[in-house]
């Protein structure tokens, strides 16, 4: 399986609002390091690289504006002096007004933010754009007949939407991967999310479409981040009612009832029959995460890669969270060899 990286994810590295204090974020430049070490360590295949995209292709997902925040934010936060990170800190919540964008850069932040992971630095633009460029060369490789890619992303996507950032992502690069892939011919998408945390964005940017089926296992948003979103019973809306699956899980799932709800999972996938499937992959489901609560042990991660595999689609892996910086090498890979078989 072929690997599409990018170094320019090392210019974000950036802090958290975090338990009451800024801190370095649990996302860190490590990450890929370690996925990048492990895909060589097995010798999973190729290495590729991902050519710079024109940002329309990431305003196909999400709205201009947004765009244009993400590419301009650092430069309107330096010019009032600051060098430190940009981080968000007021919210258009309930009856605010959130129809006029703000102008000045701390009420943009809250305007495009859903909360305060989502810091910007001098280098996160180009990261941010270069994480993307990456889901979209995969995609463009299962569109040139190819059954899987790994893009190897960094930052992660899923938990931005059409207009906002959050939970360490900015583009939605599984979003702008399956977008590209119907902009490109394609008649049906299913964007599988097995990441910890319910992905928001993905949801959200495809709630009311037929063309894209979103299906994600995650801890349940009574007791996990992000708290607003991933219950049972959001479904979808207008054409896109019966297109969206959420599989709340409680506290200390094991593989044993993961693999359970996967299987359902799987079998809503057969139903809707796409033509390309993309895997937000997320591997903070792992047991010693530190900020997630489930159970799966690296072992249970091939099997997770074979009952993919199981659905016989070209398939798109998408990098998402897993921060036990030391295992999500091998917990990521395992899923990719369990997959190949
Ligand atoms: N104590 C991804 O995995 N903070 N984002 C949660 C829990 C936000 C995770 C804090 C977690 C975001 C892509
Ligand atoms: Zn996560």
């Known amino acids: 399986m072929l690997t599409f990286y990018s170094q320019l994810h090392h210019l974000h590295h950036a802090s958290e609002l975090k338990d009451g204090k800024v801190s370095p974020c649990f996302e860190m430049p490590h990450r890929a390091d370690t996925v990048l070490a492990r895909v060589r360590e097995v010798g999973l295949g190729p290495l590729a690289t991902a050519p710079a995209q024109d940002s329309s292709r990431y305003a196909r997902v999400h709205s201009a504006r947004y765009v244009r925040f993400l590419e301009t934010a650092w430069q309107e936060w330096s010019a009032l002096g600051h060098q430190h990170d940009a981080l968000p800190l007021v919210w258009p919540v309930r009856d605010l007004r959130s129809d006029i964008e703000p102008e000045h850069i701390d009420g943009k932040l809250g305007f495009y933010a859903m909360d305060a992971g ?70 049906r998408v299913t964007v599988l999310d097995v990441d910890f945390h319910h992905g928001n964005g993905s949801q959200s940017i495809f709630y009311a479409r037929a063309d894209v089926q979103f299906v994600s296992l995650h801890g349940d948003p009574r007791r996990s981040y992000p708290y ?18 959420n599989y709340p ?24 029959q796409p033509d390309v499937l993309v895997v937000s992959l997320g591997v903070d489901t792992f047991v010693d995460d530190p900020i997630s609560h489930f159970r799966l042990r690296s072992e249970d991660y091939f099997p997770m890669g074979a009952a993919i ?24 890979v395992n899923v990719l060899q369990g997959f190949a078989g």
Not at 120 to 130: E, L, P, S, Y
Not at 228 to 245: C, I, P, Q, V
Not at 309 to 332: C, K, Q, R
């Open 118 to 187: 989502v810091a910007i630095t001098a280098g996160t633009w180009q990261a941010v754009r270069a994480s993307a460029d990456l889901a979209l060369a995969g995609m463009q490789h299962l569109l040139d007949g190819q059954h899987s890619a790994f893009a190897l992303c960094r930052p992660p996507g899923h938990h931005a939407a059409a207009e906002y950032m959050g939970g360490y992502c900015y583009l939605n690069n599984a979003a702008i991967a399956a977008q590209f892939c119907l902009d490109q011919g394609g008649k």
């Open 228 to 245: 607003f979103s991933g219950h049972r019973d959001e479904t979808g809306h207008g054409a896109g009612l019966g297109f969206n699956h």
């Open 249 to 272: 899980l409680p506290h200390g799932t094991d593989w044993t009832a993961y693999a359970e709800a996967l299987a359902h999972a799987c079998q809503q996938i057969r139903a809707f």
């Open 309 to 332: 595999a199981g659905l016989g689609l070209p398939t798109l892996f998408v990098m998402e969270g897993g921060y036990m910086v030391d295992e999500i090498g091998i917990n990521a």
